[in-house]
């Protein structure tokens, strides 16, 4: 357990690209939607503006519509108002209003009061209609923001998804071999999720957020107060000190949270599919421990993780706090002073809000920006695979079922340990030949090279007289078909897994297809003959109902070369029987290799090679080399000198 744990734990901290390499992969899927790019952008800009300007905005008419003492009446009388511009202050003393302006003091007539009331009111509700109007076109430049941003990064998410799996349907063989089937769903599906987590929840936000935290220090400075902007400012560094702390304690902590969780996930589904082994060997409280010690690390690490929030959040609130109670404390005295206006210290305290908003929406997402990034790496990291050389070959006619090996070596680890040494055989057209050998001796890899599935060190391979990669192998693997011991089922029904979901092909060529392998008889059996759903992977077939599916399948393609790879292993006598009959058929017409371990299910091929140890060491039929009492000889005698 300890092995397949640190192999999880190796895979999770796997990098993918730098950041930078990241970046400018993403750039290229993101440059192609420029225009969605700059409406997004625009829209934050005059977003940003506005909601900077708003404060401001509030100050305005605080100082000067809801709390000014000057007046606004400006026709003339015979008495003493000589400006238009608004000069004079009107209070209220002695139980009337006076008109004041320097040293001057002026009683107020009470039609001239009711004139300025109602015109200080008209300007509150000019105002007010100023700011709904202004708080409206903000709701618009937000909603741009988000729907535009939202927009772009789901066309590129879809983008890079679609181009991953296509990516992925072309990379080399290998690339399956050395990475797991959930490794690949997880870059294909989880990945591509925090990408667009990532767009959708901090991208734009992430520029709004510096772009406010810059423009509230500059707003503070030029159009505020500078006094009261430095005191504002003495707990700044210590937001940074305490942001770099976080960034770097969180980073570590989600790291080991992520790893942890993967590798508990990794080891609940082998433990899953390795159930009935684990009943069957009374293992049950060995992968309980196992999985409660997996679960306790996992507890810890998330504990770790939830502690530095607990702690960074309620220090930055009492930041914010402090911040709060200084510029209170500073900014009465400044009133009381008439150094300031009450609008000022509005905005102060709007602005400080607005300063440590961004702090902490950059805190809590900055682990889906960096679990984007991890992302992306490893997404883009698939994408830089090594692709198949599939279409390098122009041949696109395969004149007949030939089949040469010379002098082949091949190794899977591109080092002298080699799995084929030397291969040499030759399988004619229309040719019925078995290959046989103890396991590990290169059975399947023969199989893998002749579709061009791996490239082959030294020698040559010839299919139909001709050099193997001659030939566009696209269209040669549709004139190869390989039936595997465990056939791959696609869940819709007989039709659909016969034609491969190919409508071009009728469903009367399909039935035709399935007659000539007897698929038939054993498919009217169920009761919905043809359309009889099938579940994924063909699970509620037996293996050989889904072997004679794959036999019309290569019938209904028109397959010149069909190889078996230990077909009928686990399949019962009447289906094996209906298979060989099949392939008696097929003979006539089609060149067919058997690849077995039963030597019992090879007396009748025209012709039998041995492999060993990476060699083909003996060849002929099932006779001759009992007689030559050879290797075959001895794999024979050992499965059935008991019988």
């Known amino acids: 357990m300890a092995s397949s744990y640190e192999n999880i734990l190796k895979e999770e901290n796997e990098k993918g690209l730098s950041d930078r390499h990241t970046f400018k992969k993403l750039w290229e899927y993101i440059k192609k939607y420029k225009l969605i790019l700059v409406i997004a952008f625009v829209s934050l800009f005059f977003s940003t503006i506005i909601d900077l300007n708003i404060p401001r905005i509030i100050k305005f008419g605080i100082d000067n519509v809801i709390s000014s003492e000057k007046t606004y009446i400006k026709n003339k009388d015979n008495t003493f108002i000589e400006s238009e511009k608004g000069d004079y202050k009107l209070t209220y003393t002695d139980n009337s209003y006076y008109f004041i302006k320097d040293n001057t003091k002026i009683k ?111 707003f503070m400075f030029v159009y505020l107060n500078v006094k009261l902007s430095l005191y504002t400012m003495i707990t700044f560094p210590i937001v940074l000190i305490s942001m770099f702390l976080f960034k770097t304690l969180d980073r570590k902590a989600y790291n080991k949270v992520r790893t942890r969780i993967s590798a508990l996930n ?128 122009q041949i696109k006619t395969l004149k007949n079922g030939n089949i040469e090996f010379d002098n082949i070596k091949f190794s899977y680890s591109h080092d002298n340990n080699y799995v084929l040494k030397g291969v040499t055989f030759n399988i004619k057209d229309n040719e019925r030949v078995s290959i046989v050998g103890e396991t590990g001796s290169g059975k399947s890899t023969i199989i893998k090279l002749m579709n061009g599935l791996y490239k082959f060190n030294e020698g040559n391979i010839k299919i139909g007289n001709e050099n193997l990669y001659e030939y566009d192998l696209n269209y040669l693997r549709k004139k190869i078909a390989v039936v595997p011991q465990d056939v791959y089922l696609f869940t819709g029904n007989i039709i659909e897994n016969i034609r491969l979901f190919n409508e071009n092909i009728s ?77 008696n058929d097929l003979s006539k017409t089609t060149t067919i290799v058997s690849i077995a371990h039963r030597l019992s299910t090879v007396k009748n091929s025209e012709r039998i090679i041995v492999i060993h140890k990476g060699l083909a060491v003996e060849e002929g039929t099932h006779q001759d080399l009992l007689n030559k009492k050879g290797i075959y000889y001895d794999l024979y005698r050992l499965q059935f000198e008991n019988i």
């Open 108 to 218: 107020a007539s009470e039609n001239q009061v009711q004139k300025d009331q109602k015109t200080k009111i008209d300007k509150l509700s000019f105002f007010t209609i100023i700011v709904l109007l202004i708080l409206i076109l903000q709701l618009f430049t937000n909603y741009g923001q988000v729907y535009f941003s939202n927009l772009l990064g789901q066309k590129v998410v879809y983008d890079i998804r679609k181009k991953m799996f296509e990516q992925i349907n072309k990379t080399k063989f290998e690339f399956f071999t050395k990475n797991p089937s959930g490794k690949i769903t997880t870059r294909v599906v989880n990945d591509t999720q925090n990408l667009s987590d990532f767009f959708t929840d901090v991208m734009t936000s992430l520029i709004k957020d510096i772009a406010i935290i810059v423009g509230v220090i500059y």
């Open 266 to 393: 990794s080891y609940l589904a082998e433990n899953i599919s390795g159930s009935l082994v684990t009943k069957l060997f009374n293992q049950e409280q060995r992968k309980k421990d196992e999985f409660q010690s997996m679960n306790k690390k996992l507890h810890k690490a998330r504990m770790q993780q939830l502690l530095i929030y607990a702690i960074f959040r309620p220090a930055m609130n009492l930041l914010y706090y402090l911040t709060i109670s200084t510029i209170l404390w500073v900014g009465s005295k400044e009133i009381k002073n008439d150094f300031i206006s009450f609008g000022t210290l509005y905005a102060f305290i709007a602005y400080i809000d607005m300063f440590f908003k961004p702090l902490f929406d950059i805190a809590e997402k900055y682990d889906i920006m960096q679990n984007a990034f991890s992302s992306a790496g490893k997404i883009f990291k698939i994408m830089d695979e090594e692709k198949e050389d599939i279409g390098k070959g």
């Open 507 to 583: 469903i009367e060529q399909v039935k035709s297809a399935a007659k000539m392998v007897y698929a038939e008889e054993i498919i009217k059996k169920f009761p919905d003959a043809y359309e009889t759903k099938i579940l994924e992977r063909g699970s509620t077939l037996s293996a050989g109902e889904k072997q004679l599916i794959a036999l019309a399948r290569a019938v209904i393609f028109n397959s010149k070369i069909i190889i078996l790879d230990e077909a009928t292993a686990n399949i019962d006598v009447e289906t094996e029987h209906l298979i060989q009959k099949a392939l």
